[in-house]
């Protein structure tokens, strides 16, 4: 069965204090790992997809990250507009097949 | 331009009620989904629908159904309402599989309060 599990479950920084978040994946046969952000009282926001070991993305203060059993997220200088709930999610398998979520990490940026 | 949306936005009803939620997407995407979020706010898949044919069903009770009038929309019909189903339920969408794991977009969720 496939499983994610983020950690930390909860993080409070300052602001321009940098940091990474952890996510665990135990997959067979890894088609795509998807990094959201959900806002209270929203939907996830997408914010990167990796497919392969090795391969980075960035996008203003996130750079996500993939190794063939985690990925990291991390945040350069967050800013408080960065608090939200971060969601790792993989894709495993073939065709339309949903994604397996972790649990989340809570930001929580204080200015 | 909403690209994934969800009516109602909010919904109680009386348990034992059946009620329905409604979502539509303007990407062209060929594929849809329904996720549930418990009060612990893990989200789980419950349907896909590509080409308005089930493609999983990860163990839904029945009383559970998805209706697919076009690809553009994907309906959730809910039978019997249970305390257990309230929850936030959120629609997806992504564009049809061709080999590569395709992005998912998600709508703004559907708050369903089951009394």
């Known amino acids: 069965e496939d499983q994610v599990t983020q950690s930390p479950e909860a993080l409070r920084l300052q602001e321009g204090e940098s940091s990474s978040l952890n996510c665990s994946y135990t997959v067979s046969g890894l088609r795509g790992l998807f990094w959201y952000r959900q806002d209270p009282g929203k939907g996830p926001e997408f914010l990167f997809t990796?497919?392969?070991a090795g391969e980075e993305k960035e996008k203003e203060r996130l750079k996500a990250t993939l190794t063939k059993k985690e990925s990291f997220l991390h945040i350069t200088a967050p800013k408080p507009e960065d608090s939200a709930t971060y969601l790792c999610?993989?894709?495993?398998?073939?065709?339309?097949?949903?994604?397996?979520f972790g649990k989340g990490t809570h930001l929580i940026i204080q200015p | 331009d909403t690209a994934v949306s969800q009516t109602p936005k909010y919904l109680v009803t009386q348990m034992g009620n059946d009620k329905s939620i409604k979502c539509e997407q303007n990407?062209?995407?060929?594929?849809m989904y329904w996720y549930k979020q418990d009060s612990k706010k893990f989200l789980k898949i419950m349907f896909s629908?590509?080409?308005?044919?089930?493609?999983i069903n990860e163990t839904v009770p029945n009383r559970f159904s998805p209706k697919s009038p076009d690809k553009a929309h994907l309906n959730l019909h809910i039978n019997s309402l249970e305390l257990g189903d309230s929850a936030v339920y959120f629609c997806?969408?992504?564009?049809?599989?061709?080999?590569?794991?395709?992005?998912?977009?998600f709508g703004p969720g559907t708050r369903l309060l089951v009394l």
């Open positions: 990796l497919y392969s």
């Open positions: 629908y590509n080409n308005k044919e089930l493609i």
């Open positions: 990407l062209g995407h060929d594929t």
């Open positions: 997806a969408s992504s564009q049809d599989w061709t080999g590569y794991s395709e992005t998912q977009y």
């Open positions: 999610a993989v894709q495993a398998g073939g065709g339309a097949d949903g994604l397996t």
